[in-house]
């Protein structure tokens, strides 16, 4: 099946079950009858680990009734020395009647932590009429360990799962396996998502066996072209939090989705290449922004690569959903249509070469970034430094699809051992092995 039309015939299902949802809004006063006299389950998912750092982590869960949630977090196995975390940080929780996020802040780095999640079920008439009707604790105990120059430096990464569940569980069983310190979700998790329930379902209610798969190995988020379409996500937000303004400068806060994290003698560089149509392109009404954002972006990695933290590390990988380079560009453009080339540009492909690709890649090279891992074609692929001409060696991801030899669900990990950085992809559908190589450390 091609990429395209598998994305149409999956985005087209997802609006059919969607759309008739996209104006609902809730009306938490209309709704108190209904939360009063609610009487199952109230947390509704296992808690999903978001935005890995050195001294912070997201923790999501669903709720079945609305609910203010929490988290109990010690260094104590037993919880013992456990403090209480709730959701919505300082002078106002939050209350919501599906997902719950819960910022732990002030973490130790490369730290195992212990931690359960609990919710209280919460009336609301409005004004001073509140209260608490119930209270729900997961009973499991998970773990987690942040990162830091003496975290473990390993990481998986997946991409372009597109709500496909039988080569998602294929990804997450191999990354059980595996059991690296963190995975990068590279993109594409989504088709065109109108819902919030839709997202839920990607996340946090996954059809799949393992429900707990970032439970307690932490994600990062790398967004792809599809995760910025459609109502709901248009505000991600709301099941995946974005990164913790600390990590940047003010000027850069609201680059909520980049990430420069340390993980033992790696260091990890997340961009987002954002939406692959033209910002002008009228099917979009004028509501992406994408060109100032990929530039804000550029800004904000010149700066990071020179952070102490990042600089010193003799690895260097980054992420990005689109490649930034293709040796055929003609016969996997995006979704760019040739209505969208501007003066002086020949073909589609070269609105990419003329912004993330010269943007980014001389930056990477400059620091001496020794591979770049990236998704959108479905293919996997591999490019030589000699081939991308910028020192860096790109490796492209696979597909959702099962029946192709070329187009495969892909795990690629990646590990430091015997003083070099070893990246090993592997076919999640047959278990083989498409590539191993090793890259020396930076000058």
């Not at 009858?33 to 912070?56: H, R």
């Not at 995975?183 to 059809?207: H, R, Y």
């Not at 429900?211 to 792809?224: E, L």
């Amino acid at each position: 099946m091609k990429r395209r039309d598998f994305i149409k015939g999956s985005a087209a299902l997802a609006l059919a079950a969607g759309t008739a949802d996209i104006a609902k809004a809730i009306d938490l006063t209309d709704n108190n009858n209904q939360e009063d006299s609610f009487s199952g389950k109230l947390i509704g998912s296992a808690p999903l680990l978001e935005n890995y750092a050195e001294t912070s982590m997201g923790v999501a869960f669903t709720v079945n009734a609305l609910a203010n949630g929490y988290v109990l977090i010690g260094e104590k196995p037993d919880l013992s020395d456990a403090r209480k975390v709730k959701c919505g940080g300082y002078r106002l929780c939050d209350i919501n009647d599906k997902v719950l996020q819960v910022r732990l802040t002030g973490l130790k780095p490369a730290t195992t932590y212990f931690y359960k999640i609990g919710a209280d079920r919460i009336h609301y008439g409005g004004g001073y009429d509140m209260k608490i009707i119930g209270n729900e604790e997961d009973p499991a105990i998970y773990s987690f360990t942040t990162a830091g120059k003496k975290a473990k430096a390993h990481f998986c990464v997946i991409n372009d799962t597109h709500v496909q569940w039988d080569p998602f569980s294929m990804a997450i069983e191999k990354v059980a396996q595996l059991s690296p310190s963190c995975v990068i979700w590279n993109g594409d998790a989504s088709n065109t998502e109108e819902t919030i329930e839709a997202q839920m379902k990607i996340f946090l209610q996954p059809e799949i066996d393992r429900k707990d798969y970032g439970s307690r190995i932490p994600y990062m988020f790398c967004p792809g072209n599809h995760d910025s379409r459609g109502w709901a996500n248009r505000h991600l937000e709301n099941v995946w939090m974005y990164r913790q303004p600390e990590e940047r400068s003010p000027r850069d806060w609201d680059l909520g989705r980049n990430f420069a994290v340390r993980m033992g003698d790696i260091a990890l560089i997340g961009l987002d290449t954002a939406e692959d149509k033209l910002d002008s392109n009228p099917v979009f009404a004028g509501l992406f922004n994408s060109a100032p954002y990929r530039e804000a972006q550029t800004k904000w990695l010149k700066d990071v690569l020179k952070r102490k933290d990042i600089a010193s590390a003799p690895y260097i990988v980054a992420f990005c959903h689109i490649p930034l380079f293709d040796p055929r560009p003609e016969e996997n453009p995006g979704d760019l249509a040739p209505a969208d080339s501007g003066p002086g540009i020949t073909h589609p492909w070269a609105s990419w070469q003329r912004t993330c690709s010269r943007m980014w890649g001389p930056l990477l090279q400059k620091a001496g970034c020794q591979v770049l891992i990236t998704a959108h074609q479905h293919r996997f692929r591999c490019d030589t430094p000699a081939e991308t001409g910028q020192g860096w060696a790109q490796i492209v991801g696979g597909g959702p699809e099962l029946n192709s030899v070329t187009s495969f669900p892909t795990v690629i990990e990646g590990k430091v051992e015997k003083k070099a950085l070893r990246i090993i992809v592997h076919n999640a559908h047959t278990g083989e092995i498409c590539l191993d190589r090793s890259f020396k450390p930076r000058r």
